[in-house]
């Protein structure tokens, strides 16, 4: 937020001063405050919020009256200056600095008001070109005005934290299992680290296979109107989802097409799209082609080589006795998979139907990171997030579910994440992938994995914790052949 204390001529002690009245403004609020909350869909509110004239006046003259204290005006010592003439060059920003401060506690006042509890940040209603849509608070506020006089009045949508109580946490029955590692397992072992090696080769053929990938221009289309344009996007052959629209179609669209067509698919505007005004409404998204690529596995011959083994057979082995080393790991996955099992069954959490792209993106992220940390090439986790995002709802269902009671777990003994931490599991995933520390981390920073990161690291903290106090028994199970993808 901006700050008093940046405002020039003004002491940075203000900034002070600032936090101060920002903390008072916030109790005003709370009672001040006019709120009315709507449902909108699952687990979402819509909020219309107005703080009253008098108490944005009230905090105006307050500023303007330290200002007479601190601001320094040319031809006039501190604090001597007119209240006309500080009003007058120090307007802009008083009032500035005040909106930013009237919408962060106004918010907070409403929610309080309203008794809700906000999952993440809420996005406000603005008026754009072709209709209202949803922003960010960033850039709400470079839209946003104080009234010169006048109530202020603004609109925003916030995703709601689930309520529910954790069932009985100490004692969770789990199986200790045997863990088998196949010849099966180690040739899928092998094909995924040639698979990390490989590249996407252009084809001069048509794209046939859900991993080939599509480089196209794409258009939406509603009631006749270009509503957005993008160039050069990289499409999967699979059902998507493309500016939080999803695309069930979207495979069967591309399928058999090459460079230099021209494919169409309908579509139907989610109710949490940005433009609220084509929420319902049909639209169409076109695309026009230029390129396809397919993903090409190193050479089998090259990956002998580059690896130092003689054969296929002793690359094999090889790979076998990898996983041998990591029966350990795969034991604990087996055993974290039967304590979320018992939380999923003992919880009473229902999720209605209907997830908002958010909630499906805060699922699919936190997928995504698990998919890192197991070295999966990124085809595969490319095709399991569209997967995700547009038919697999049972295990976004899952995946959410999982979230919250984790993070409540999380919350109620105080587990956290620690930078070294962090740092520690970037450089294991940079080494399964070949890469760089600095390149996996500012790759994870650039698709904002990193918070994800932090929540899969204590989520496993939790699981942790859950399974010292456990009942584990030593019964003999075979664990599945390989891990989930």
């Known amino acids: 937020m901006d700050s008093i204390g940046q405002v020039p001529g003004v002491d940075p002690e203000a900034l002070e001063k600032y936090e101060a ?4 403004l916030l109790e005003e609020l709370k009672s001040a405050v006019q709120a009315t909350a709507r449902d909108v869909g699952m687990l979402r509110k819509e909020l219309t919020v107005t703080v009253p004239a008098e108490v944005i ?5 307050h500023n303007y009256d ?17 209240r006309q003439l500080v009003e007058k060059r120090f307007g802009a920003d ?10 962060g506690q106004s918010f907070y006042a409403a929610v309080d008001k309203e008794k809700i509890e906000p999952l993440g940040d809420p996005l406000f209603r603005i008026a754009a070109e072709g209709g209202d849509k949803l922003v960010d608070i960033g850039q709400a506020l470079t839209t946003f005005k104080l009234p010169e006089d006048g109530d202020f009045t603004y609109v925003c949508e916030v995703e709601l934290r689930p309520q529910f109580e954790l069932p009985e946490l100490k004692g969770i029955p789990v199986r200790n299992p045997t863990v088998t590692i196949t010849d099966e397992m180690a040739a899928e072992e092998l094909l995924k680290r040639r698979k990390i ?8 053929g048509p794209a046939t296979e859900s991993d080939d990938q599509v480089i196209a221009d794409v258009t939406l289309t509603v009631d006749g109107q270009e509503v957005k344009t993008e160039d050069n996007v990289v499409l999967g ?17 591309l399928r058999g097409a090459a460079a230099g067509e021209v494919r169409e698919t309908e579509c139907t505007i989610p109710d949490d799209y940005e433009r609220t005004d084509l929420r319902g409404k049909s639209g169409t998204f076109t695309f026009r082609i230029h390129e396809v690529k397919r993903l090409v596995p190193v050479e089998l011959d090259a990956f002998l080589k580059d690896w130092g083994f003689d054969n296929e057979a002793e690359a094999l082995s090889y790979m076998k006795d990898q996983l041998e080393a990591e029966r350990d790991r795969l034991v604990q996955s087996a055993r974290r998979g039967q304590v979320e099992q018992y939380l999923l069954e003992k919880t009473q959490l229902d999720l209605p139907e209907g997830f908002s792209a958010r909630q499906v993106d805060r699922a699919v992220m936190r997928k995504v990171i698990d998919l890192h940390q197991r070295g999966i090439p990124m085809s595969e986790v ?10 697999a709802q049972d295990e976004v269902r899952t995946e959410l579910k999982l979230a919250f009671i984790m993070a409540k777990i999380a919350e109620d003994r105080g587990i956290e994440v620690t930078d070294e931490e962090v740092n520690a599991e970037i450089a294991r995933i940079a080494r399964s992938y070949g890469q760089r520390f600095d390149r996996i981390r500012d790759d994870l920073q650039t698709r904002g994995l990193l918070d994800q990161l932090v929540e899969e690291l204590r989520h496993g ?25």
Not at 71 to 81: D, T
């Open 461 to 485: 903290k939790c699981v942790a914790e859950l399974l010292a106090e456990a009942d584990i028994q030593d019964v003999a199970a075979a664990a599945p052949a390989s891990e989930p993808a």
């Open 237 to 253: 052959v699979r059902p998507s989802r493309l500016d939080g629209v999803t695309l069930m179609n979207l495979g069967e669209a």
């Open 197 to 204: 090696q490989g590249r996407m080769e252009p084809v001069s």
């Open 94 to 103: 008083v009032r500035e600095s005040l909106k930013t401060m009237v919408v």
């Open 57 to 61: 006046t009230a905090h105006m003259q």
């Open 66 to 82: 330290e200002l007479m204290h601190d601001a320094f005006v040319p031809g006039f010592r501190k604090g001597r200056a007119p």
């Open 382 to 391: 490319e095709a399991r997030i569209d997967a995700l995002r547009t038919s």
């Open 21 to 24: 009245r920002s903390e008072k």
